[in-house]
């Protein structure tokens, strides 16, 4: 008889090296009853409560070819955990002559047989709910705990293997504050994102930075000391890397952004921002805005340090300092270096159209 092997495990604390388990004793099931395997079929990282698994509505397709007689798997619950879809596909295979053969289970074809097959389909979908309400328990009590699900927690925090605690990695710490602090100096989400990429800076998980992820990112209130799960907040449930001062800054600008017509947008933008430097300290000059009583606003740039107060630098006006950088740069630009840069500009869109 002709047959083919269907082979899956799930996500959950199981491997690849399950599936390599399953077909060595289908392999050797087959042999030993004389049977010819003719294909393979396999599901990996599936649940077998769902039906939506690729090879397996690829494996029930093809049984209209009528190429194969068997479908072999190492125990039922690898067909399926759900009573419902179990019926209804071997149903199915059973219009197109085929059988459903398990390598681990004796089970005969009289009435006896239909017995233990119910019941052993019936143990696999209770064991599958038993499962998840085991799994759902034990994230609700690392929950509680303010420990980790196995999620992924955001740039700047990492897992402890031990005991699944949070801390901060200080290297990716620095990245986050950086695009906080240049947030709220005026700088726009798709200058950020441009400069993440151009220093090949990554996510997370590993991936370039895009607009949606930096907005995530931006959103993130566990830079704060709060713990999500399922919607619910626990203050001071993770390490803190940012200030709430910042932070919520950082909120109302993005709301405030988002609100906002297009063409008015970037009216307040602080030109130079990761350009401008203390002069006692070297740390970075950043912007800084407020509105006095009379409503009127005022923008300027502080050193981070002094903010802190551990620079003594005074603030500087936004616009006085800027108008000076593009008064000085304005005398640098002479016939000969504008026909250079305008040069150098060309050869740049030419390459990269």
Sequence with gaps: MNVVIYARFSSHSQTEQSIEGQLKVCYEYAESHNYTIVGEYIDRAQSGKFDTRADFQRMIADSDKHTFEGVLVYQLDRFARNRYDSAIYKAKLKKNGVRVLSAKENITDDASGILIEGVLESMAEYYSVELAQKIHRGMSINAEK????????????????????????????????????????????????????????????GNEFTYNSLSRLLKNKRYIGIYLYKGVETPGGMPRILDDDLFYRVQELMNKNKSAPARTRGENEYLLTTKLFCGHCKEMMVGYGGTGKSGKQYHYYMCKKARKKKCDKKIIGKDYIEDRVVSECLKMLTDDKIRYIAKRVAEKCNKSP
């Design 146 to 205: 303010c420990l980790s699900n196995g999620s992924n927690p955001g740039l700047g925090f990492k897992v402890d293997k031990k005991d699944r605690t949070f801390y901060v990695d200080e290297a990716e710490a620095a990245i986050v504050r950086e695009i906080f602090e240049r947030y709220a100096s005026g700088e726009t989400k798709a200058e950020i994102v441009k400069d993440l990429q151009r220093r090949k800076v990554k996510t997370s998980i």
